[in-house]
């Protein structure tokens, strides 16, 4: 049996990517990947990741929400929803949750 004790299932992120290949067939390859805190610019200590084949962007100076509301990201995968969700929905034309924690 399965134990989370955090209750982050952080294997969301495997999904949001395995639906983004089969649903909406946009390959890794292709997207332009952003790496930053969710809710909060990213710490500058924290290591920058490096994946071969992979375009990654590290944004130190705006967080996840910030890009998504003013416009300059199309998605946001992330472990659990965003403090901001609803600031950033109201910003953000169209934008909705694909994944909902119950």
Known sequence: ??????????????????LSI???????????????????PADKRSVTTRVPGLDITRVDDRSLVT???DGDLDAVIAPHASSNQLDCGSRAAGARTQYRDF
């Open 1 to 18: 049996m399965p134990l989370f004790p955090n209750r982050l299932f952080r294997h969301a992120a495997i999904y949001a990517r395995a």
């Open 22 to 40: 089969h649903r909406y067939e946009v390959q890794l390859e292709e997207a332009h990947w952003i790496e930053a805190g969710l809710n909060a």
């Open 67 to 69: 890009l998504l509301g």
